[in-house]
């Protein structure tokens, strides 16, 4: 049992511990009592009130579950506290699951932290038909401002540049890259949002990309993973009302750019996308401005700006770690660049094309990196019969993306960097079906065209002006990721040299 508690922290007191026992001990009546379906998939044998938790490592939940898999096959099902899932592993499975079977598992569990943090509204954590409306608005609004469009492009383009003056000042001398390549690529997503770009050193940037990080971070925690098993505990995890503070303090910033665009909004020239949130929940809400919508338009934009910072901004982050990792690899992606680009011009998105190494490293850092391990949860619409097991309607399912980007029947050396696992004999561009980092199905990700663009043109911008390596005196790289809902690198700190 003590193992249960080994993440708290080591100064709690034991009458904290035992309050907490008491707590969950009354909790327990709360598991899933209902008798076990025919053909359930198999699983460990939970114990009394934790279920499976003495079995698995909560910050590296992916790998914990991928060593079950091993004992019960590829479908079976586990025990998080009270919560009954059924886990998804291997290349096979998940994509039987998220795309043969795909209407089937596009349901969204209650998932306590992120309902608190969302009032489930917005694409992520929406489901039925109001996901279905949000998911098409979403998508429909983000074309019409840019995505898939030269214009966005453009605006890749013109940021770039903001970026390399940024690491040109640094002439040379060690700099840490969260936060700048986090600004960089936030700024996208804010120009389609709110039409305009923000300077690095905004006040309100800064304290957003701050407050978002560190909500990412927390919300992977093994004191996270607790209170989703038992929400009643939320006011004994200090994580989980930090969560709910920095949420607080994002909605208290937008809501500052929100009351701005109100006082000027003219239904008949919608010039952001913000515009148009505004102008969708105002008549869904017949005008009457009402408090649930206002809730509506704050989880949405808070959304949109997290989902399109985060993932693409890490994935960078991880990108420039590992070239510096692989300086021969860097080598290569830099002569090919030479050669397709060379000095004298940006790069633009068609250059991919003539580009397959790089194309090919870029997707290798995607696979590697496997920022979202554990995607995010799935629950079934309706009964389902998969793989021989039968999963009833409203089950917790957990696809682990990490055991299809690393499925060894996929990859090569899935536990390497190796750009030819996207490479022919010839040296041409190969799609694989398990690349899957945007996930797959109806819930794949709905920013994945605009983030493939993003991902190309910084990481092919920034090896064309400079040379990456280690700060003096750095010989060792650690690629062990930190815990979070999205896996980034550990603080680390680069030296960008001008070409």
């Known amino acids: 049992m003590m193992a249960f508690f080994s993440f708290l922290p080591t100064d709690y007191p034991s009458t904290v511990l035992l309050l907490i026992f008491f707590v969950l001990l009354l909790l327990s009546?709360?598991?899933?009592?209902?008798?076990?379906?025919?053909n359930f998939p198999p699983g460990p044998t939970p114990l009394p009130l934790i279920g499976n938790l003495h079995q698995l490592n909560l910050s590296r939940l992916d790998w914990s579950l991928m060593g079950l898999s091993?004992?019960?096959?590829?479908?079976?099902?586990v025990e998080i506290g009270p919560q009954k899932a059924v886990v998804l592993t291997g290349y096979d499975t998940v994509k039987d699951a998220l795309l043969n079977h795909a209407d089937q598992f596009t349901g969204r569990p209650h998932i306590p932290i992120f309902d608190q943090f969302s009032f489930r509204?917005?694409?992520?954590?929406?489901?039925?038909?109001?996901?279905?409306d949000e998911r098409k608005f979403v998508i429909s609004s983000l074309r019409n401002f840019g995505m898939g469009k030269k214009s966005i492009e453009d605006k890749i383009t013109e940021e770039v540049s903001f970026l390399v003056d940024i690491l040109?000042?640094?002439k040379g001398q060690p700099f840490e890259t969260r936060q700048i390549i986090n600004s960089a690529v936030s700024n996208i997503i804010c120009s389609i949002i709110f039409g305009d770009r923000f300077l690095y050193t905004d006040e309100s940037l800064i304290n957003l990309i701050k407050l978002n990080n560190e909500g990412a971070g927390l919300a992977g925690t093994a004191s996270i993973h607790l209170y989703n098993s038992y929400p009643s505990l939320g006011f004994?995890?200090?994580?989980?009302k930090k969560i709910i503070e920095n949420r607080e303090k994002m909605h208290n910033i937008f809501n500052n750019f929100l009351k701005?665009?109100?006082?000027?909004?003219?239904?008949?020239?919608?010039?952001?996308?913000?515009?148009?949130?505004?102008?969708?929940?105002?008549?869904?809400?017949?005008?009457?401005?009402?408090?649930?919508?206002?809730?509506?338009?704050?989880?949405?934009i808070t959304e949109l700006f997290s989902a399109g910072t985060?993932?693409?901004?890490?994935?960078?982050c991880w990108g420039l770690l590992l070239m510096m990792k692989y300086p021969e690899i860097q080598k290569k992606v830099q002569e090919e660049i030479d050669q397709v680009i060379g000095a004298g011009r940006s790069p633009r998105f068609e250059d991919r094309k003539l580009m397959p190494y790089t194309n090919a490293v870029i997707h290798e850092i995607q696979r590697l990196a496997n920022?979202?391990?554990?995607?995010?949860?799935?629950?079934?619409?309706?009964?389902?019969?998969?793989?021989?097991?039968?999963?009833?309607?409203?089950?917790?399912?957990?696809?682990?993306l990490t055991s299809v980007l690393y499925d060894k029947t996929q990859w090569k050396t899935p536990n390497e960097f190796n750009p030819t696992h996207f490479l022919d004999a010839e040296g041409r561009f190969v799609k694989r079906d398990a690349f899957m980092p945007f996930s797959a199905g109806p819930r794949v990700c709905a920013g994945e065209a605009l983030a493939k663009v993003e991902l190309f043109l910084f990481f092919t911008a920034l090896l064309q002006k400079f040379q990456f390596h280690t700060p003096p005196g750095v010989t060792n790289l650690d690629l062990t990721p930190q815990v979070g809902i999205v896996q980034s690198p550990k603080p680390h700190r680069v030296c960008a040299v001008s070409r």
Request: aromatic letters at 10%; proline letters at 5%.
């Open 310 to 316: 985060e993932t693409t901004s890490v994935t960078i």
């Open 29 to 38: 009546n709360t598991r899933w009592k209902g008798k076990v379906p025919r």
């Open 70 to 77: 091993e004992k019960y096959g590829s479908v079976f099902s």
């Open 168 to 170: 040109e000042s640094y």
């Open 236 to 240: 004994l995890i200090p994580n989980y």
């Open 260 to 300: 701005e665009a109100k006082e000027t909004l003219n239904e008949n020239h919608i010039q952001t996308l913000r515009d148009a949130i505004i102008m969708r929940y105002q008549q869904q809400s017949g005008g009457q401005d009402s408090e649930i919508e206002k809730r509506a338009v704050l989880a949405l």
């Open 371 to 400: 920022i979202v391990p554990l995607n995010l949860p799935h629950s079934t619409t309706v009964d389902v019969n998969l793989r021989g097991y039968f999963i009833p309607k409203g089950t917790y399912v957990i696809p682990v």
């Open 121 to 132: 509204r917005g694409v992520i954590f929406s489901e039925g038909k109001q996901w279905q």
